[in-house]
């Protein structure tokens, strides 16, 4: 691996901090930047303490499964003829998808905060179960907040979140989705400073969140690296995952950043196709502005008002992207692309018939890139992030499909 | 300079909060100018937007029923301008920050300050990253409104004092605006911890509701600030003439308690 130290260095002190560039940042009420600061103190603490590190690696061992493998999807190289594709099964998390890996941790933090009760926002749902689970497993109350939309679009994860213990708090403000479920968990956070921890599940939010979220979630780039260099003996050429707030992505990339010979590429949902305005890629048609906390790529009116995005993928469907993605796509660090809903249904098939894998739609954004993908080096290794599998799908992907289940 | 210090220290103030283009844009005109008939010298006009997270859901209704009418920034600009032609009174306007970034800082102060607007507010704004707002406020002789919560150190306190032109908004207690039955318990001691960190005028917001408390807390501030109660009672009224008939007594009565 070629590794230029100065430009490491850099980087690296720009990934530090409150921004990420000019990105990220405390865009919030001033009730919120007290808590900010207790939480990012800790964090710090707990960075460095043993005791904390070896109770989150036991969880993850133990609990959430880790490592998750690095699987060769032989069938799969061998039908789009791209290079060799290798697959990181984050899907065969408990729970099914990486949000647990960051769950945990802030769960973790929550209970040595002696904080009794955690809120958290959720799109798909894949999050709050996720946070409903660690709840469960720490003895915290637990408060989903979920867009009246997505309560209706997923049912499946509302009810389990319930049998987890967890109370999902109906959002019915502006679009009734997870922009406006997050701005609910701010508020409750605002008035509940006191006892409750705030589970963000993205790398979004105010400074330090896309920090904590990011440093949780690079256990899968950490795992990847050891995995790919004990197989190819060298790393990957390519590494390819989908970007909705971006979490998985962050933490696949984050190792790899400043490593010259891997390319990073970001797949953004497209939704209807980017022309018609009915999307969620923030990285290719946002501009900057300013929504939950931090300055970041928006989809937003001329005069700053948000717009809804769209994606099929529930977790795509969100019209931010975190800062430290808004910096990478600056400096091109990575490169970031878009794939529609319908490329995302076909390759969701396509690895379901062809791997026997049936990733999350999410996911299958990350996939879908692959068939329209123009290496420049000759038989290339590509890891693709499998983030998540595609249980909670199953009625989203029929009624794609006009099917009825 | 602006005018607003300059009232506070004359008299106590009511602060009415409205919002832009609730009900409807001639609706605000008519609402704005039945306040300054009962005697408020200071009106806070909100700008409408998609994502208000430091407001209760009567300001959110609110934000959500005049954007569905189209109310944008430059509506609520015009309002404060025909406003001001008619009647004496300064606009405070209350805006997120994304409203202010994204139409440009400085194209936004040049056009606050054209439009007749003496000082701003802006929730989502922490002093660590209000350094391009405030440079723009001060080069077009805006006052920097911020807020100072229960939640803020000794520290933060002085760091808000240091910025704050015009007046510290002082939100009573943690959470989103709202009206409230009961004030927070500590209210008065922590009005009193701000009030001896500052020159500048103190005015309470959030969660006040009616003259009662609004007598206790002017009588250790420089005023308090009312928007969920004053909406409540426009969206009770069959008509925007009786909402603002009912508004102008309301507000008169609080104001003849507190001064």
Redesign the interface.
Known sequence: MVIDPEREKTIKEDLKK?HFGEFG???????????LKEVEVTYNKLKDDPSFQEELAHYLRVYVGRPTPLYHAENLSNKLNKGKIYLKREDLCHTGAHKINNTIGQGLMAKRMGKSRVIAETGAGQHGVATATAAALFGLDCFVYMGEEDISRQSLNVFKMKLLGAEVIPVT??SKTL??AT?EA??DW?????NTFYIIGSVVGPHPYPTIVRDFQTIIGRETMSEIEKVEGKLPDYIIACVGGGSNSIGIFHPFIGIENTSLIGVEAAGYGLETGKHGAALAKG???????S?QF?L?D??????PAHSISAGLDYPGVGPEHCYLKEKGLASYVSVTDEEALVAFKLLSVSEGIQPALESSHALAYLEKFEPEKKDPIIVVNLSGRGDKDMNVIADALGVEI | MTRIKERFNSSKQLIPYVMGGFPDIEGTKKIIHALVKAGCEIIEIGIP??????D??TI?RAS?AA?EKGT???DVFSIIKETKAKDDYSPVLMV????????GVKKFANLAKESGVEGVIV???????SRPWIEAAKEFDLDTI????????AE?TAM?AEVSKGFIYC?SL???TGARKKLSSNLLSFIERIKNSTDEPVAVGFGISDASQAKEISAVSNGVIIGSAFIDLIDKAQSIEEGASDLEELAGNIIQTIR
């Open positions: 409150s940042g405390q865009y919030v009420p001033e009730t919120l930047m007290t808590p403000s502006g922009k406006d701005n701010l508020r605002v008035t509940n400073v006191e501009t900057k502005g300013v929504l939950h906390g300055l928006l937003q001329d005069y700053g008002q948000i717009t | 937007y998609s994502d208000p997270l430091a209760g859901p959110q959500e954007l944008g920034t430059l997120y920050y994304n409203l202010i970034y994204k139409y929730p989502d704004l922490s002093v660590e990253d911020f807020l100072v919560a229960p939640t803020s150190s933060r808000i939100v943690t959470g989103v």
